[in-house]
């Protein structure tokens, strides 16, 4: 601290002296000359004495003595040599930052949406997902395939499209499977083939298609208690023509919406023995929509004629369904009725309910329904025939219940069908469906083996002359792991309780079919399938007793059909994007069970083959 006050008192003093001189040497030059020519010896001592006296005074008072502004009145001579002192540098002992940490503002940039605020709690109809296209194979809309197998087993099939003409679709296919068992005559063909075409219209959408069905078999069927030592089974074939016409409105998502909709449907069938069947069908229904509310009519007009040898039927039915359905976000419910009236064989007036409740227990995953409904069903020889190709030539009726008519088509009445259930989602990909229903089922049809036919393996049918209760569940189950893995499953259990039969002939309790498919990998696929059926009854032909206090009794025996289990599989490798080679095999534990009374099922058999894209 002392050291710099010492600094500053001599800097200052350098200044005065430094100035001081430099305003003497500044002065006229004419002073200069007259004092060192006049008295040179004197000069010296008045330039020491005229800068003592002048420091003593102001800068103001010797400017107005000397009359001289510029500086001071006499001349200044410094003798002494001026030698400047600095202080030491004060040096900086810090390394420059030279790290850039301006922090970087990157330029915002924003555009307002010119949109609308909308709820989106309600529900809304779904727009429908553009299917993505293959990436796997080329675009076909053609395909056949071709097979062969150890049964004498011969397969094929063929399908063509137009292809993907948004206004127009015009297709057919056609499709043929025949083979032979073990047992003499143990053969079966089906041929079938269809066309149709439909337009789509600004407005409608109208579809066509005819159609043409044949089966053949044989009735090969005997008692292997006690087999024939020769027998000449009988042939049975069924034709089938069919055809039919929809116009249908096209949906549009508009509110307050309009639709409708007409169909006429109808067939012709016979078998080998000259008994026919034809049938029209024309149905269609209105639909207004306001707001959540759908009010609607369905209507049809069910006509058909039954015509053998023994007998010739009309059996007729006019439906008229009105209905009223209300949708809210988390329930649905439909409510209407169901009126039937019959006319040609029968003339009977029917009411039925028909209403369902849905309701979501967990929103998007759990539904819980209910339904109650009736109606009459009717019976058909085409049906009949499908369900059990065996059916004898003029259908007897093989119980003689009084008060029944017997007219081998009688039509059954559903009088009251009870179901309630859950279906939704567990997981993604988890799909299922559990019913438990109670159905309540007048003169229900059910098909007997009639001892008294043709080499004794033909079928009637019976009614159970009152009404039966049907109790049962029945579920389905289908898990998609992923894309390579694919598991479903449908179960049916049932009790009957019959009216005036023992039991409900050949029908089972208990029925299972399950299957998975697997696509290990682009080419190669393989699927398999079980079906678990039941045991059934048959009965041989009732046997009437005298009693001896009087009067008869009326016995039979029952005929019991074991359960049997079908596995069968499936495998198909796509060598390139054209052809691929598949392979089928049934009955792979080789059980040959009793489809029905006295008729085995086919055995082991497997065959294979070819198919292309074109």
């Known amino acids: 601290m002392i050291r710099s006050r010492y600094i500053y008192a001599l800097l200052t003093l350098v200044i005065v002296f430094y100035f001081a001189p430099a305003n003497a040497q500044n002065k006229p030059t004419k002073n200069k000359k007259a004092t060192t020519t006049k008295k040179p010896a004197e000069k010296q001592k008045t330039a020491k004495t005229s800068a003592a006296q002048d420091t003593t005074k102001k800068g103001g008072q010797g400017q107005a003595k000397n009359q001289n502004p ?29 790290e850039d940490k301006t922090p970087f503002k990157a330029p915002l940039t924003y555009f307002p949406l010119d949109k609308r605020l909308e709820r989106n709690t309600d ?81 409608n959408d109208v579809t066509a ?60 069938w016979d078998n080998a023995f000259a008994t026919k069947e034809n049938n029209i069908v024309l149905s269609g229904f209105i639909n207004q929509t306001v707001k959540q509310f759908y009010a609607g009519l369905g209507a049809s007009l069910d006509m058909s004629s039954q015509k053998d040898s023994a007998y010739s039927i009309n059996n007729n039915l006019v439906r008229l369904n009105p209905y009223l359905k209300f949708q809210g976000d988390n329930y649905k419910i439909d409510a209407g009725l169901n ?11 029917y009411i039925f309910p028909a ?6 227990v967990i929103p998007k995953y759990v539904r819980l329904f209910a339904e109650v409904k009736g109606d009459v069903n009717k019976t058909s020889l085409r049906d009949l025939s499908e369900e059990n190709p065996f059916l004898e030539n003029n259908l007897q009726v093989m ?16 009088r009251l069908d009870l179901a309630a259930g859950l279906k939704g989602t567990v997981a993604p990909g988890v799909g299922f469906k559990f019913t438990v229903f109670r159905n309540r089922v007048k003169n229900m049809p059910l098909l007997l083996l009639d001892s008294s036919s043709y080499n004794h393996n033909q079928f009637g049918i019976v009614y159970d002359n009152g009404t039966a209760t049907v109790t049962g569940l029945n579920g389905e189950l289908d898990v998609k792991v992923s894309d390579a893995v694919n598991v479903f499953g449908k179960f049916e259990v049932k009790s009957y309780t019959m009216a005036s039969e023992a039991e409900p002939w050949n029908l089972p309790k208990f029925k299972l079919t399950a299957g998975t498919q697997l696509h290990i990998t682009k080419q190669l696929s393989i699927s398999g399938t079980l079906l678990f059926r039941g045991s059934t009854f048959d009965r041989t032909s009732p046997v009437t007793v005298t009693n001896p206090g009087g009067g008869t009794t009326t016995t039979f025996n029952l005929i019991p059909i074991s359960s049997f289990a079908d596995l069968s599989g499936g495998v198909e490798y796509k060598i390139n994007n054209t052809f691929s080679i598949f392979g089928q095999v049934n009955n792979i534990l080789n059980s040959n069970p009793q489809i029905w009374r006295n008729y085995q099922a086919y ?3 497997i065959f294979g083959g070819v198919g292309a894209h074109f």
Do not use: C, W
């Open 70 to 98: 510029g500086g001071l009145s006499e001349e200044v001579v410094v003798t002494t040599a001026y030698k400047p002192v600095l202080a030491d540098a004060v040096k900086i002992r810090r390394n420059p930052d030279l």
């Open 209 to 268: 298609r005819i159609g043409y069905n044949r089966r053949g078999t044989y009735f090969y069927g005997f008692d292997p208690s006690a087999p024939p030592k020769a027998y000449s089974p009988l042939a049975q074939h069924f034709n089938t023509i069919s055809g039919g016409v929809e116009l249908t409105k096209k949906f549009k998502d508009e509110e307050n919406a309009f639709t409708y909709a007409a169909k006429i449907d109808g067939y012709v």
């Open 603 to 605: 055995g082991f058999n």
């Open 355 to 360: 209403a369902r409740l849905e309701f979501q």
């Open 123 to 203: 529900i809304h109809q779904l727009a429908a997902m553009q299917m993505p296209k293959e990436q796997d194979s080329v675009p076909s809309n053609n395909y056949a395939r071709i097979g062969v197998g150890n049964m004498k087993t011969t397969f094929g099939e063929v399908y063509i499209n137009n292809g993907q003409d948004p206004n127009m679709q015009v297709g057919g296919y056609a499709r043929h499977f025949a083979q032979s068992g073990s047992i003499p005559k143990q053969n079966e063909s089906r041929d079938e083939a269809n066309i149709f075409i439909k337009g789509i219209l600004d407005d």
């Open 339 to 349: 009126l039937v009236r019959g006319f040609g064989a029968t003339t009977k007036a």
């Open 399 to 414: 119980n003689g219940v009084a008060g029944l008519d017997h007219s081998p088509i009688q039509n059954s009445v559903d």
